[in-house]
Nanobody, 122 residues
């Protein structure tokens, strides 16, 4: 059974930084592309960033604008999201998931972890 545990969220002022972590278990982590997604209040969950199995190839949503960096440590079964220059619009619950190999901006698994809350004050 796949388990995804996100952490690292918190309350930060606009312009600040946070580093999110997602520990995965129940899967051969190195075989999966991994992504971050977020869901703001009253909105649908949306794609944030993805990293391929090799840890080198990444892709981010347009709204990231170079502010976020996704990385992974296959030895630790963990994917990270370094978020800099945070804006109030980034306020959301952030989730990780493996990504669909045919559409890497889509989540692979139907079940999600509890997410980690990021709140950016203006």
């Amino acid at each position: 059974q796949v388990q995804l545990v996100e952490s690292g969220g918190g309350l930060v002022q606009a312009g600040g930084s946070l580093r999110l972590s997602c520990a995965a278990s129940g899967l051969i982590f190195s075989l999966y592309g991994m992504g971050w997604f977020r869901q703001a209040p009253g909105k649908e969950r949306e794609f944030v960033a993805v990293i391929r199995q090799n840890g080198r190839d990444t892709y981010s949503a347009d709204f990231v604008k170079g502010r976020f960096t996704i990385s992974r440590d296959n030895a630790k079964n963990t994917v990270y999201l370094q978020m800099n220059s945070l804006e109030p619009e980034d306020t959301a619950v952030y989730y990780c998931n493996a990504v669909d190999p045919l559409q890497t901006t889509s989540p692979l698994f139907g079940s999600w972890g509890q997410g980690t809350q990021v709140t950016v004050s203006s």
